[in-house]
């Protein structure tokens, strides 16, 4: 048997290959690095609407069962929406859902129960420890602060008319 005493050679990148190589990378990084920082901001906005179009979509489901069940004034535990206890005001808006109070006067117990009572099960969190939204009242109205960005983006709920009035900073 035949033994091959050749010596292979070792084969690598060269200085100059290695360089334009990292040359390339940090050119493709300078031009997609700003793209996933948007990216990341998109989703935030993305997020707050889809969350503002929940409570909006929501608070009409509420409006449209209390109209369905032939009511012209105040109920307290609509039947036949989500867990049959939102109540609702003399125009039929979300006003409470624990405390059977029909008054368009918010605060920040009655927000917190509106928002969780319209958006059900997957509502994103108004209170405890690191909430996604922090709530406070505005000229009576809800305000529900988004948190996970810092900007102050803002999602408002008028139980006199109804209205989700999104801000996005």
Not at 40 to 59: D, K, M, N, W, Y
Not at 90 to 101: A, E, I, L, Q, Y
Not at 114 to 120: D, I, P, R, T
Not at 128 to 139: D, F, H, K, L, R
């Amino acid at each position: 048997m035949k033994r091959d005493t050749r010596t292979k050679k070792q084969q690598g990148f060269t200085l100059i290959e290695l360089v334009v190589v990292i040359a390339i990378l940090a050119i493709l990084a300078a031009f997609a690095l700003p793209r996933f920082a948007q990216l990341s901001e998109q989703a935030h906005q993305s997020s707050i609407r889809a969350t503002a179009g929940a409570l909006a979509a929501g608070v009409a489901l509420a409006k449209t069962q209390w109209v369905s069940n032939g009511f012209t004034a105040a109920e307290t535990n609509v039947v036949g929406f989500g867990n049959d206890n939102v109540d609702v005001s003399d125009d039929g808006w979300p006003t409470s859902v624990g405390s059977d109070n029909t008054s368009t006067t918010m605060d920040g117990t009655k927000c917190e129960e509106v928002w969780l009572g319209v958006l059900q099960s997957n509502a994103p969190t108004v209170s405890g420890t690191n909430p996604e939204y922090a709530i406070s009242i505005s000229s009576g109205d809800c305000v529900f602060t988004y948190q996970a960005d810092s900007q102050g983006s803002t999602i408002a709920y008028d139980a006199d008319t109804g209205e989700i009035t999104t801000t996005i900073n």
